[in-house]
């Protein structure tokens, strides 16, 4: 499967943003899907997740009560919605896809094994 992000540009700090991933590919839906971000000179850390089947979420306690993701399997897009945006969320944003991810595994970069290129998001204060 192939991932497109998009959505990504510049805020400011309170504000919104909504990214989708555009997935091309069959059976969209056995995929656990999530969003990935990586700050300047950080290390790419996950931030949410959707679960196949249930659609379950899951979500870092930085973006917890912030962030919202979801899919739409008919158009086999996920999105991010990103609320009370603050500087500290600037980074680029990467949405990633494994099918049938065990719950244990959600948040465990290396066991996505498709990536999208990444948006850059950038928050102002």
């Known amino acids: 499967v192939q991932l497109q992000a998009s959505g990504g540009g510049l805020v400011q700090a309170g504000g919104s943003r909504r990214l989708s991933c555009i997935a091309s590919g069959r059976s969209f839906n056995i995929y656990t899907l999530a969003w990935f971000r990586q700050a300047p000179g950080k290390g790419r850390e996950f931030a949410a997740a959707?679960?196949?089947?249930?659609?379950?979420?899951y979500y870092s306690d930085s973006v917890k009560g912030r962030f919202t993701i979801s899919r739409d399997n008919a158009k086999n897009t996920v999105y991010l919605q990103m609320d009370s945006l603050q500087p500290e969320d600037t980074a680029v944003y990467y949405c990633?896809?494994?099918?049938?991810?065990?719950?244990?595994?959600?948040?465990?970069?290396?066991?996505?094994?498709?990536w999208g290129q990444g948006t850059q998001v950038t928050v102002s204060s």
């Open positions: 990633a896809a494994a099918s049938f991810l065990h719950d244990d595994y959600y948040n465990i970069k290396r066991y996505y094994n498709f």
């Open positions: 959707i679960r196949y089947g249930t659609s379950a979420t």
